[in-house]
Structures are given as structure tokens and as C-alpha cells.
């Protein structure tokens, strides 16, 4: 439809809609904090490995701890319908992994060299944040220093986590 704006399903899954911007930053900030905390001990296939099973386990949680709310909150018990939905709303966390997932995975296959893996997943987490940032600021229409700010929140966030795996490395 012409003039239609709403975001692409595939763009909102990838990047978080309007409303899903959280989920992205959320899973994002879990992967890089997990590629950090483990990078120095585990060859990439093991953290790829550790960085997919602590997302989807981080995503179940939150999952079902969103569907406790709103059992509670409607006064309605769990449904599988609800519980989906729930799921479906948050898939953006667990999808913030394929980037830095699919960078380890090629450290590991050797098609880049191991410690280049790493950082190439540190810096899809932080290009996501800045992204992220930006589309915040023009969701919520906050102009050109509103941008600029959002922009450097979620990246100092990010370089919080990056010089923070720089380290513990080094």
C-alpha cells in the first residue's frame, strides 16, 4: 500500500518495531556482555555456542515472566495463544545473537582468525546499538541532538562492554 510506513515484519524482527526496540537492545546488550564475560576462556564455536544458549534461556525467562505479568494483570490464567504472543513480541532478543553468532561461527570455521571473531561480534553489538539509538530518536521525533544523545547513550553502553572484555583480555 502506498504511503504505508509501518515497518517490514523481516525489519521489525531484525531491528525491533516502533514498540520492540527494547527487545533488541536487551538481547544485544545480553550477547555482548556474554561474549565478554566468556571470550577470554572458550574458542568461538564454544562462545557461540554459550552466547545462543544464554540468549534463548534469558528469552524463555523473560517470556514467561512477561506472560506471568499479564496473567496477573488481566486476571486470566496462561494460555498457549498468550504465551506465544508473548514469545512472538520478544523474538527480537534471541534473533540480536544471529550477527555476532554467525561472526564467532566463522572464527571458528577459521574463515576469520579468532580473536578477529570476537571483535567482529562486539562490533555488530555495538553498530545494533547505535541503530537502535537512532531509530529511538526518531521514533519518539527527538531532532538532531535528541539523536545525537540517544545515539551516545546506547553506544557508550556498548563501549562499556567492549572496554570492559578489552580488559579482561588484556
Do not use: C, F
Amino acid at each position: 500500500m502506498e504511503g504505508d510506513r509501518s515497518p517490514s515484519r523481516a525489519k521489525r524482527i531484525l531491528l525491533g518495531g516502533p514498540g520492540g526496540i527494547a527487545e533488541t537492545v536487551y538481547g544485544t546488550l545480553v550477547v555482548m556482555a556474554t561474549v565478554t564475560a566468556a571470550a577470554s576462556d572458550a574458542h568461538p564455536w564454544n562462545l557461540a555456542v554459550i552466547v545462543t544458549v544464554t540468549v534463548l534461556v534469558l528469552w524463555i525467562a523473560h517470556v514467561y515472566a512477561e506472560a506471568l505479568s499479564a496473567s496477573i494483570e488481566s486476571g486470566l490464567g496462561l494460555s498457549r495463544a498468550g504465551l506465544a504472543a508473548i514469545a512472538g513480541h520478544e523474538v527480537a532478543i534471541p534473533l540480536a545473537a544471529v550477527g555476532p553468532v554467525a561472526a564467532l561461527v566463522l572464527g571458528a570455521a577459521g574463515v576469520l582468525r579468532e580473536d578477529s571473531a570476537i571483535w567482529l561480534a562486539l562490533a555488530i553489538g555495538t553498530v545494533v546499538l547505535a541503530v537502535e539509538g537512532a531509530r529511538y530518536a526518531r521514533v519518539g521525533q527527538l531532532g538532531p541532538v535528541g539523536t545525537l544523545t540517544a545515539v551516545a547513550v546506547n553506544l557508550a553502553i556498548g563501549l562499556l562492554v567492549v572496554g570492559l572484555k578489552a580488559l579482561l583480555v588484556h
